[in-house]
């Protein structure tokens, strides 16, 4: 299957004895980093939003819009509900500081403002949302149960978003790197062509002639292709690096073991695409020949 | 050997630069091809060589019909042919050596069965001390050589040759037609494509065939009934 790949020294001399000339290898190279950047980043952002996904799923906020109620009586009522599985008040200090935030200093000092009254909770499995809010209401009668999936939902689905742009992007550059091997191929050729003209007057097959461009090819595509890779793994070892102080936001922007075998396969997987498109467009050039 | 009926040519969608061949080349036979520049030699030898189709007519080489033939088909016919081309078609980058080894390596020879032969037939033309130059440091006898010593190495069971002693002097050009006529005294197939009248003089049992504006002139029908076997 991969017998091509060991050409004898006769067969290497027929293409000549140039090694990496021509822009093949670093247009390779280049889309092998970019290849691998967009990925890690699409695979991090996955990462992100299953962390999310998963933190929020069973969270919930008892929200109170004016303030009034007991924010302990609430907490107790929201603790002592069958299915819950922690809750913990948010104080009226903290509230006013996050608003802060928006409204300026006026709002942590003012009086006036009515500051909502929020209690974040955990649930198990056979928690019943209904009753809880019952419960609560009996306590704050305008209290309402909010889901964080629904306020952090429009994020998650950006996150979701970016991921498919970043698999569109290796597609799109798997694209142009064929691309560029199809253009290096044919370029190939019309340096070769009386070289292949004399094989064929020989009685060589599409075949034979092949073998060689595809090898030639193959080397080129695999030196480009784990260069770039190579080149790639510093700026993610860097960017890692950089994201260990860049706090908690950055904390879920992880890449797990398997991640890291796809990112290390990618390069073979180029180098792979770039034969398999080379020896298609040598065969069909070939083909135009008698 | 070669039947060739009613076979035309032309190149695109210009005038026919081949018109109604009819001939057979017998088995064993020795033919030169004569005419005056233009007339058509090399595009005849093409279409022998399975270089090109022709356009219209039918065309079979070895017993089988290759007008049509799918192209996969026909490399293995190729390997049964020898060609000497005008302007030697040797691979520059290549030496003298492994210009004469590509016929026996494509056939899927090994190094080892390869060496021999190969320095045998340089020795032959007279260039076992320049095995290891490339085309370009050598004289366009020497290029010659190399070109007819490729063409034979294989013992083709047809040889054809577009003015193969057009470069050499007049001892070479002998010794040359010389290996010529040895191969076909072991059944190749011989067609020489050539000006040189003295070489078709010194060769006894030669048949000539004159082609003149793309048309064979053949007034005794000999070539279209050759008395051996077609």
Do not use: C
């Not at chain 1, 929200?63 to 109620?69: F, H, W, Y």
């Not at chain 1, 107790?76 to 200093?105: C, F, I, Q, Y």
Request: aromatic share 6%; hydrophobic share 50%; no cysteine.
């Amino acid at each position: 299957m991969f017998d091509w790949l060991f050409a004898s020294p006769a067969e290497r001399r027929l293409l000549g004895q140039q090694k990496l000339r021509g822009p093949t290898p670093w247009v390779i190279a280049i889309m092998s980093f970019s290849i691998l950047i967009i990925a890690a980043t699409g695979l991090a952002l996955a990462n992100t939003a299953g962390v999310l996904t998963r933190a929020i799923e069973a969270r919930y906020a008892v929200e109170v819009p004016n303030g009034g109620g007991d924010l302990a009586r609430i907490t107790d009522v929201v603790r002592r509900s069958p299915g819950v599985t922690s809750a913990e008040p948010v104080s009226e200090s903290d509230m006013r500081k996050t608003l802060e935030r928006w409204l300026g200093p006026a709002a942590a000092a003012s009086g006036d403002l009515p500051v909502p009254a929020l209690v974040n909770f955990d649930v198990g499995a056979d928690a019943n949302l209904g009753a809880i809010e019952q419960s609560v209401r009996a306590v704050a009668p305008d209290a309402r149960i909010v889901a964080h999936r629904e306020s952090i939902g429009p994020l998650l689905h950006s996150l979701r978003l970016l991921q498919w742009v970043a698999f569109g992007l290796v597609l799109m550059l798997s694209g142009a790197a064929s691309a560029a091997v199809v253009l290096a191929a044919r370029g190939a050729l019309d340096t070769h062509r009386s070289t292949i003209e004399v094989m064929h007057g020989v009685g060589a097959t599409d075949v034979q002639v092949t073998r060689l461009f595809q090898r030639r090819i193959a080397i080129d595509a695999l030196v480009g292709s784990v260069a770039g890779a190579g080149a790639a793994a510093v700026v993610l070892l860097l960017l890692t690096a950089g994201a260990s102080f860049a706090g908690e936001l950055m904390g879920g922007a992880t890449l797990s073991g398997p991640d890291l075998v796809i990112l290390a396969l990618l390069p073979l997987a180029l180098t792979a695409l770039a034969t398999w498109v080379a020896r298609t467009a040598v065969l069909a050039a070939l083909r135009q020949a008698l | 050997m070669a039947e060739f009926d009613s076979v035309g040519l032309r190149y695109g969608t210009g005038a026919e630069v081949l018109r109604d061949l009819d001939f057979r080349l017998a088995n064993g036979g020795f033919y030169f091809l004569t005419g005056p520049s233009g007339a058509g030699k090399t595009s005849l030898l093409k279409l022998l060589y399975l270089a090109q189709r022709p356009t219209r007519g039918r065309i079979k080489l070895f017993g089988e019909e290759l007008s049509e033939a799918p192209r996969d088909a026909l490399p293995q016919f190729r390997r049964r042919i020898g060609v000497v081309f005008q302007d030697f078609r040797l691979i520059r980058h290549l030496s003298a050596f492994d210009n004469v080894a590509l016929p026996l390596r494509v056939a899927g020879a090994k190094d080892e069965d390869v060496e021999g032969p190969v320095r045998e037939m340089l020795a032959w033309v007279g260039l076992a001390d320049r095995s290891s130059a490339r085309p370009p440091t050598l004289s366009g006898g020497e290029q010659q050589r190399v070109a007819i010593a490729r063409a034979v190495i294989n013992r083709p069971e047809l040889l054809v040759a577009d003015e193969p002693t057009g470069n050499v002097d007049a001892d070479m050009a002998n010794r040359l037609m010389g290996l010529f006529t040895a191969l076909n005294r072991l059944g190749t197939t011989v067609v020489v494509a050539t000006h040189d009248v003295g070489l078709i003089g010194a060769t006894p049992g030669a048949q000539m065939i004159r082609i003149e504006q793309g048309t064979l002139t053949d007034p005794t029908g000999v070539l279209k009934h050759p008395p051996g076997r077609a």
